[in-house]
């Protein structure tokens, strides 16, 4: 009688690393056979679009906008906290970002308009984040749920405000609001449709919170909360203090990625859903894709985008399918990410008994 | 006035209400309810150019009861947090759904068939109460119960809390294909790419702004169908935007769990606490 268990184990740091890596080149195979076999290309053509997509600049388009959305939520994770809500916290960013722009005086105001309202879409982000995170501490209600339930709350909040008070004076009934001032768009890089102002802060984030996360006190702290909250009581900082302090982190940077997305590529506020345009649910598999490190996020957004891209590449050839193929793709290789997860923290162990 | 609460459907969401119960009630955070709806929906539409009714019923509920226990892999053997895997076979599952649903399709419609509105009282009411008598008068219920509230302490007294966890997603998951069956054979009858997207999450929202209790659920689920049919209505009249009404669900699903948290009500309405929790019966290495 074979008898099958499972147990936990301890996998060198290499060798997950290599796990990772392994994983990432086998979904971009996946990618490749499964476009050429669907779409009926040889091969070659569908690796050289694949090449291409990879150096395509366009690609940091979607970067700048998982890659701090990510940031934030491998705080949150690393505290043991679940934030479904990037894309929520993505669309009410955009909110605040549009309102500054708009109906305030300082959206005419060069540097400071764009400033402010980034600054805003952070605070209005980090505000949506702050709501599931009370619920969660005083009355423990599940975050995971919560925060997905306030997503679609987000979509409807911004869908009430294009299509009622917001809507623009010359956009022929369309739902959205007027353009955003001049003053107040960030350049776009010639040619493409994505700035180098928000990918630069993003990058001085990666530095701010990998030195955060693994060099000061409060950092420290926030990694230990998932596994031992009783010893961060115990060296002197509340627990409470530090859960709430995560999750409006990271709903602040995924609403600086939402005011991002207002100022650099949509120039308007859109309905909610075209706003987030699910990325917000792609930001959590970046971050997890990452393993919760801070430096491996650009890697894994960088990837995660190009994958987003090829999809665009291979549509043009059957527009109808081509989309949900890529999901198809995009879905598998999370899947495989999971499994890479299990390998490299349990092992299935065989016991013959008589 | 009673076709306007109980219409079809109310009966195809509170299937899906009450599959989602079932599960959650098991202490499995169930995020892939929304690719599993999206897909079952694109099946029966496939399925209905070529099969009788009842065949096709039968084979769409044996396919989504196969992706259950796929999800039941993942969460209790690889051991993997049920959110991630819901996320991420949620993308995969939007993915093939459209893909089915494009490849395999014939014409653009199906022959709808029609529910007769008594059938639907009779079916709303029985659905309801046998999912009460499965959850609350026999065995297997107190087990899948006692999972969702303590897996530790269910697996000392003896129940073997991933054999429970599985039941559970198959019974669950039947009832859920039966909604999305319901939902686009006797509702929609066309089909568009992605069509049925973020039902699931919306039976999500209602399980959740029930406690998790399927009697409730059928109170939640005929208020908010007769709110969300009645948009236009309420539009004309009281000058209530859409967005508010839609938005109405996950607002009170967060408020009424709230309430239920921080008033006394909690004794008397436990809501399954170990939602989410992986679980992990530590073995003998050799």
């Given amino acids: 009688m074979i008898k099958i268990s499972i147990v936990k184990r301890e996998f060198p740091l290499f060798m997950s690393i290599s796990l990772r890596i392994a994983i990432a080149i086998l979904g971009l195979l996946i990618a490749v056979t499964t476009a050429s076999f669907i779409f009926q290309q040889d091969l070659h053509t569908t690796l050289s679009l694949l090449t291409t997509s990879f150096l395509n600049l366009n690609v940091l388009r979607y970067v700048s906008v998982f890659l701090p959305t990510a940031l934030g939520l491998i705080i949150a994770y690393n505290a043991s906290l ?6 929520g916290q993505i669309v009410v960013g955009a909110m605040g970002a549009t309102f500054i722009a708009l109906f305030t005086p300082l959206g005419n105001i060069e540097y400071i308009g764009p400033a402010t309202s980034l600054f805003f879409s952070s605070i209005v982000g980090a ?73 630069l802060i993003s990058l001085i984030f990666i530095v701010v919170i990998y030195f955060f996360l693994y060099k000061t006190r409060v950092g420290i702290s926030i990694r230990a909360l998932s596994t031992s909250s009783r010893a961060v009581e115990l060296s002197g900082i509340s627990s409470i203090k530090l859960a709430i302090l995560a999750f409006i982190l990271s709903g602040a940077l995924a609403g600086f990625a939402g005011g991002t997305e207002v100022l650099v590529y949509h120039r308007k506020l859109v309905p909610g859903s075209k706003i987030g345009a699910g990325m917000g649910y792609i930001s959590i598999m970046v971050a997890w894709l990452s393993s919760l490190n801070p430096i491996a996020a650009i890697v894994a957004s960088y990837y995660v985008s190009t994958l987003y891209i090829f999809s665009l590449a291979i549509q043009i050839g059957s527009i109808n399918i081509g989309d949900a193929v890529a999901r198809i793709v995009i879905g598998a290789i999370f899947l495989l990410t999971i499994v890479s997860e299990f390998i490299s923290k349990y092992k299935i162990v065989l016991r013959f008994e008589k | 006035m009673i076709e306007n609460l109980l219409n079809v459907f109310t009966l195809s969401m509170l299937f899906m209400v009450l599959g989602n119960i079932v599960i959650e009630r098991s ?55 049920h959110i991630l895997t819901g996320l991420s076979m949620n993308i995969a599952l939007y993915g093939l759904s459209a893909t089915i649903g494009v490849a395999l399709s014939i014409e653009r419609t199906i022959k709808q068939v029609i ?11 029985i659905v309801t109460f046998m999912v009460w008598i499965l959850l609350y008068k026999t065995k297997i219920g107190t087990f899948i119960r006692a999972c969702g509230f303590n897996p530790r302490a269910s697996e000392f007294l003896g129940i073997k809390v991933w054999k429970v966890r599985t039941i559970a997603l198959a019974i669950g998951y039947t009832l859920i294909a039966l909604g999305s069956y319901i939902y686009i054979v006797a509702y929609r009858g066309a089909w568009l790419p992605y069509s049925g997207m973020g039902n699931g999450f919306l039976a999500l929202a209602l399980a959740m702004a029930s406690s998790w209790h ?37 607002t009170v699903s967060i408020a009424i769990v709230t309430i239920i948290q921080i008033t006394p009500i909690k004794k008397k309405l436990t809501i399954p606490r170990a939602l989410g929790e992986v679980y992990f019966k530590e073995e003998r290495a050799t």
Avoid at chain 2, 224 to 249: C, D, E, H, K, R
Wanted: hydrophobic fraction near 60%.
């Fill in chain 1, 82 to 87: 679940w934030n479904l809500g990037a894309e």
């Fill in chain 2, 27 to 81: 202490g499995i955070i169930n995020l892939t309810i929304d690719g599993v709806v999206t897909l079952a929906i694109a099946i029966s539409y496939v399925l209905m150019q070529r099969f009788e009714p009842i065949l096709s019923v039968f084979i769409v509920v044996l396919l989504i009861v196969a992706i259950a226990f796929i999800i039941s892999l993942f969460i209790n053997v690889l051991h993997a947090s």
């Fill in chain 2, 214 to 250: 399927p009697i409730l659920a059928l109170l939640i689920t005929i208020l908010f169908v007769y709110f969300y049919t009645s948009i236009y209505i309420l539009q004309l009249i009281y000058g209530m935007p859409a967005a508010i009404v839609n938005m109405l669900p996950f």
């Fill in chain 1, 127 to 199: 505000l949506w984040a702050f709501i599931p995170i009370i619920l969660k501490i005083y009355f423990n209600v599940n975050e995971a749920l919560t925060t997905l339930m306030m997503n679609y709350i987000a979509y409807y909040l911004v869908d009430y405000l294009v299509y009622g008070p917001w809507r623009g004076k010359s956009v022929y009934g369309y739902p959205e609001t007027d353009m955003i001032p001049i003053p107040c768009r960030l350049q776009r890089v010639v040619g493409y449709s994505f700035s180098l102002y928000p990918l």
């Fill in chain 2, 115 to 125: 529910i007769p509105q008594s059938y639907v009282i009779i079916l709303a009411l």
